[in-house]
């Protein structure tokens, strides 16, 4: 009734190093017809095996009921009232564990293009940007049950937004006068609620919640400038979140990736950051 289990969490010393298997493929091209200008594409894809973690205590307690098997049964203790959360006795066995397995794969895109403006000094425009294509998790080694994390966020499987689209694009104007300005816009695309997934071992139908559905895309601008002079001291400063966007908010989160009712990691948190620096050189 409260939607809440006490578990146990720490060390394990049976642990084994995880393994992993990376492998890229890209491109670089630099047109002839447009000097200052290149642009690189690359293809990224990662699969780790015994992740190391801990069994999520909530598919501990599913697949006890629904299997019976031992393995997953003999990790739940209840109380003398038979809760879970009611008492101290009461708890779900989550120490430190080789996992499953983690895939996921997508594509980088990088650009940047330099143009002199004559004696205004020069102006540089750089796009990163990250097509998430899979995120796909295997809780349990050998196990069927999988999920894909891509374009989903939650408190339980997929613990933290996975965007399927995260873009950076600077305009950086140098000037003759020492000072360079620059102006940066962050964008991450909208994530949905793991529990709106159809995929049966991700979807939990009686944990929807249609006004937490979805988090809108953000969209953040970023200011800064550096100042050099007598060739040893520079100065520098910017904003970072110019318009004081809120994070969105949701109660599908939880520690340690969400707080606050959203997820900081991911988001600006705190709105407006104001930043000042000097650097000086003897």
């Keep these: 009734p409260a939607q809440q289990y006490n578990a146990t969490f720490g060390g394990n010393t049976d642990l084994k190093p995880e393994t992993g298997d990376t492998w890229t493929a890209g491109i670089v091209f630099t047109p002839t017809f447009l000097e200052g200008f290149w642009l690189s594409l690359d293809y990224w894809h990662i699969n780790i095996d015994d992740v190391l973690g801990y069994q999520l205590p909530n598919l501990t307690l599913k697949l ?3 299997t019976g098997d031992p393995a997953y049964c003999d990790l739940v203790f209840r109380d003398s009232t038979g809760s879970i959360w009611a008492q101290p006795e009461g708890y779900i066995v989550a120490i430190n564990t080789n996992t499953g397995t983690t895939t996921t794969d997508g594509v980088d895109v ?7 403006i004559g004696d205004w000094g020069s102006l540089n425009f750089q796009f990163i940007g990250t097509l998430l294509n899979t995120f796909e998790v295997q809780p349990i080694s050998g196990s069927s049950i999988k999920w894909d994390c891509a374009g989903y966020f939650g ?6 937004p996975y965007p399927e689209w995260k873009s950076k694009f600077r305009t950086t104007w140098s000037t003759p006068w020492n000072l360079d300005l620059s102006l940066n816009w962050r964008y991450i695309s ?12 991700l979807g939990f139908p009686p944990y929807q919640f249609p006004g937490q559905k979805t988090l809108d895309a953000q969209s953040y601008l970023d200011f800064a ?6 060739e040893s001291y520079t100065v520098s400063g910017g904003i970072n979140n110019l318009t004081d ?15 606050g009712n959203t997820f900081p990691a991911v988001y600006d948190a705190l709105g407006r950051y104001l930043f000042v620096g000097v650097t000086a050189k003897f």
């Design 110 to 116: 990088n650009a940047n293009y330099n143009m002199g």
């Design 245 to 259: 966007e809120e994070p969105p908010l949701t109660s599908q989160q939880g520690a340690p990736y969400g707080n």
């Design 190 to 201: 909208s994530v949905t609620a793991e529990t709106y997934s159809k995929d049966p071992d």
């Design 225 to 230: 400038l550096v100042y050099t002079f007598s």
């Design 155 to 160: 408190a339980t499987s997929c613990t933290t």
């Design 64 to 66: 006890c009921g629904l």
